[in-house]
C-alpha cells in the first residue's frame, strides 16, 4: 500500500511542476509606458545642460 501512495505523491508533483503562467503585455500600451518614462528623463536632463557655464574664477 506505501508504494501506491508514494506514486501518487509523485505523479501530483510532477502534475503540479507542469503549470504554465502566461502573461500578456499588450504591446501599445508597454510601448507608451517606454515612452513616458525616456521624456521623463530627458526632462530631468535638459536642466543640467541649459545651466550656465561655471566662470573661470574670474571675479569682477
Known amino acids: ?3 501506491s501512495l508514494v506514486l501518487v505523491a509523485t ?3 510532477l502534475s503540479a511542476g507542469c503549470v504554465t503562467i502566461n502573461i500578456y ?3 501599445a500600451a508597454a510601448e507608451a509606458a517606454a ?3 525616456i521624456e521623463e528623463v ?3 536632463r535638459d536642466p543640467a545642460a541649459s545651466a550656465p ?3 573661470t ?3 569682477q
Open 42 to 44: 530627458w526632462q530631468l
Open 53 to 55: 557655464a561655471e566662470t
Open 25 to 27: 503585455f499588450p504591446a
Open 35 to 37: 515612452d513616458r518614462i
Open 1 to 3: 500500500m506505501a508504494p
Open 57 to 59: 574664477g574670474e571675479t
Open 11 to 13: 505523479l501530483a508533483s
